[in-house]
Nanobody
Framework: QVQLVESGGGLVQPGGSLRLSCVVSGSVFRFLTAAWYRQAPGKQRELVASITSNGGMITYANSVKGRFTIARDNAKNTVYLQMNSLKPEDTAVYYC????????WGQGTQVTVSS
């Protein structure tokens, strides 16, 4: 069974940066579109960014365009999310999954942006 393990979250001041990582067990993930999602308190989970299996197509939510960068290393079964110029509204639990959210969700990693 494929497992998703997210890490790299934390508390950061507005304007700061964080780099999230998601390690995926199993080799099938490298053939799938990968995505990062987030869920803020009291809100629905939303898609933040996605990247196709070979990295040829990348999409971002309008709210993070120009600030976040998604990348993947298929040899390491790892997906990354570089987050710069963080804002308080980026505070959420961040999750990785496929582009359709088809795998069992991991625990996520908490990102808190606050002064």
């Amino acid at each position: 069974q494929v497992q998703l393990v997210e890490s790299g979250g934390g508390l950061v001041q507005p304007g700061g940066s964080l780099r999230l990582s998601c390690v995926v067990s199993g080799s099938v993930f490298r053939f799938l579109t990968a995505a990062w999602y987030r869920q803020a308190p009291g809100k629905q989970r939303e898609l933040v960014a996605s990247i196709t299996s070979n990295g040829g197509m990348i999409t971002y939510a309008n709210s993070v365009k120009g600030r976040f960068t998604i990348a993947r290393d298929n040899a390491k079964n790892t997906v990354y999310l570089q987050m710069n110029s963080l804002k308080p509204e980026d505070t959420a639990v961040y999750y990785c999954n496929t582009g359709t959210g088809s795998l069992n969700w991991g625990q996520g990693t908490q990102v808190t942006v606050s002064s």
